[in-house]
């Protein structure tokens, strides 16, 4: 399997999997995770397993709970998903928290509030 081959699925299973889970999936958690993201998408060799990576901006309760939601549907997603990007045998979707993305806008907004101190202070910041 080339390389070119598994990038243009592992696009095409984030592309489609953004738009079902948006339109699709009627689940209570994952509505109310908040703000979701589909970041990566890994496949195995064999592209018979993607892992698929979600930022999801909120507490991590709520997080943790949209999680399992999207875990629920990932059979429900996994027909339609094969057929949409006609793939003959669509991969096992396996979901995992990304967590870099808040912890990015997290930092950025320490960073933020640092340097509005410093000028508060009169220090210039470095």
């Given at each position: ?11 095409a ?9 948006a339109?699709?999936?009627k ?10 993201s ?8 064999d ?9 999801i901006?909120?507490d991590?309760?709520k ?21 949409k ?18 912890f ?11 340097e ?10 470095a």
């Amino acid at each position: 399997m080339s390389k070119e081959r598994k990038a243009r699925v592992a696009d095409a299973i984030r592309d489609t999997l953004v738009e079902m889970i948006a339109r699709e999936v009627k689940d209570p958690r994952v509505a109310a995770a908040g703000v979701l993201s589909i970041t990566n998408v890994e496949l195995n060799a064999d592209l018979s397993v993607a892992n698929i990576w979600v930022s999801i901006y909120g507490d991590d309760r709520k997080a943790e709970r949209g999680l399992d939601g999207l875990r629920a549907a990932a059979g429900f997603l996994r027909g339609p998903l094969g057929r949409k990007i006609r793939l003959g045998r669509p991969p096992e979707l396996r979901f995992f928290r990304d967590t870099g993305i808040p912890f990015g806008m997290d930092l950025a907004n320490l960073v933020r509030d640092d340097e509005a101190r410093a000028r508060a202070s009169g220090r210039v910041a470095a």
